[in-house]
T-cell receptor
Framework: QKEVEQDPGPLSVPEGAIVSLNCTYS??????FMWYRQYSRKGPELLMY????GNKEDGRFTAQVDKSSKYISLFIRDSQPSDSATYLC?????????????FGQGTRLTINP | ETGVTQTPRHLVMGMTNKKSLKCEQH?????MYWYKQSAKKPLELMFV???????ENNSVPSRFSPECPNSSHLFLHLHTLQPEDSALYLC????????????FGPGTRLTVL
């Protein structure tokens, strides 16, 4: 079983729709949860970062973490064509002076005008 | 130049060639990373350098050899690669090795013939 599972998509939605992207994980020791956005021919950029269970909002983006279910989500409200990209979830565990960072496969998202 | 830059952006090499990838960060960070991104696979962390010292080597084959002469520069020396090594190689940096925010370069698209 992979440590982090993410549906690769592709996911295609109309402009203005609410988008829900999800990842599940098996390692209960993950402490930090991140979402990265990667445009074509670019490197990933950090979009959201959360530490604890609950919601974190930043503009049109909301990150949600449910540690009991080992499930994280990214919601995009009022989606725009410029949101079309691949979204990667990532999780981090700090172990005695070292870190373990694991990424999901990425979900390719297209917002249609 | 700002952020994280990588050269070359594209590289085609034969299995017997020796080449090097270069990464430079202009952010004053102390930690630098090499990642491999293959199609339909999660991003894989290859090497971590913190204050020029290698802190992680995630079971990467010896045909990949990193070098970090200072905190701003990171190289990945390649020799006798295999076709399955074809991928996007991403460099990233962060303030320190355990910092949540990593800034990625645009990557080098490597094709091994």
């Amino acid at each position: 079983q992979k440590e982090v599972e993410q549906d690769p998509g592709p996911l295609s939605v109309p402009e203005g729709a609410i988008v829900s992207l999800n990842c599940t994980y098996s390692n209960s020791a993950f402490q930090y949860f991140m979402w990265y956005r990667q445009y074509s021919r670019k490197g990933p950029e950090l979009l959201m970062y959360t530490y604890s269970s609950g919601n974190k909002e930043d503009g049109r983006f909301t990150a949600q973490v449910d540690k009991s279910s080992k499930y994280i989500s990214l919601f995009i409200r009022d989606s725009q064509p410029s949101d079309s990209a691949t979204y990667l979830c990532a999780m981090r565990e700090l172990i005695q002076g070292a870190q373990k960072l694991v990424f999901g496969q990425g979900t390719r998202l297209t917002i249609n005008p | 130049e700002t952020g994280v830059t990588q050269t070359p952006r594209h590289l085609v090499m034969g299995m017997t060639n020796k080449k090097s990838l270069k990464c430079e960060q202009h952010l004053g960070h102390n930690a630098m990373y090499w990642y491999k991104q293959s199609a339909k696979k999660p991003l894989e962390l290859m090497f971590v350098y913190n204050f020029k010292e290698q802190t992680e080597n995630n079971s990467v084959p010896s045909r990949f050899s990193p070098e970090c002469p200072n905190s701003s520069h990171l190289f990945l020396h390649l020799h006798t690669l295999q076709p399955e090594d074809s991928a996007l190689y991403l460099c990233a940096s962060s303030q320190d090795w355990d910092t949540d925010t990593q800034y990625f370069g645009p990557g080098t698209r490597l094709t091994v013939l």
